[in-house]
């Protein structure tokens, strides 16, 4: 993340990329206001920041980092295993390698990953990931699902994930981030 001439922070985003959505929800969340520069990741290959962990260092409030220990080290370990287990694996250089069974091999991992997270999610679930806070956990739930919904995975079987996905969708911060009210997404495509 740069610097823009006005000092504010500039966020090199892609309106649907999972990476910048997570940052743009904390950026809301801790009230930061941002420049954005549209990157095209289609093009080149585009560029990735991780900057979550780099926020909450120097704008620790409101905290996505649980004080207590065992809760902080449950937000890693269900956003190492969405961003690490999941989410990876329907990048579009996957997807393209992978061909015309992209739609198939999306939904097989989603699934195998949804399926440990719901898991995880009944023991450590309040009315978000961890507890009755939002989390860095909460920041990577959400553009999973939206994932999961583009590639038509049936949710049914994760009420957890579903019903946690609804209570953040319901939060400002998640609202003015999601992939449909960016600057650089296509008509078609808006809210």
């Known amino acids: 993340m740069a610097s823009s001439p006005s000092g504010k922070p500039v ?19 801790k009230g930061i206001t941002y420049d954005q520069v549209p990157v095209n990741l289609l093009k080149d ?34 956003s190492d295993h969405i961003v690490s287990g999941i989410q990876p694996l329907q990048n579009l250089a996957i997807l393209q390698r992978v061909g015309e069974k992209k739609l198939e091999w999306a939904q097989h991992y989603i699934t195998n990953g949804f399926q440990a997270l719901e898991q995880i999610l009944k023991h450590t679930a309040g009315r978000y990931c961890v507890g009755d806070e939002v989390s ?11 994932n999961a919904e583009r ?21 400002e911060a998640f609202q003015v981030s999601h992939p449909t009210k960016q600057p650089d997404t296509p008509a078609e495509l808006r809210a």
Request: net charge positive; charged share 20%.
């Open 11 to 29: 966020l090199y985003s892609y309106f649907r990329s999972s990476c910048s959505w997570r940052v743009r929800i904390a950026l809301a969340l």
């Open 45 to 78: 290959g585009g560029q990735q920041l991780a900057i979550i962990e780099y926020l909450e260092e120097t704008r620790p409030n409101p905290r996505l980092l649980p004080q207590d220990q065992k809760k902080r080290a449950q937000v890693r370990m269900i």
């Open 136 to 146: 860095m956990a909460d920041l990577c739930l959400v553009p999973q699902v939206y």
């Open 151 to 171: 590639y038509k995975v049936d949710l049914a079987p994760y009420p957890t994930i579903t019903r946690i996905n609804k209570a953040l969708l319901e939060l």
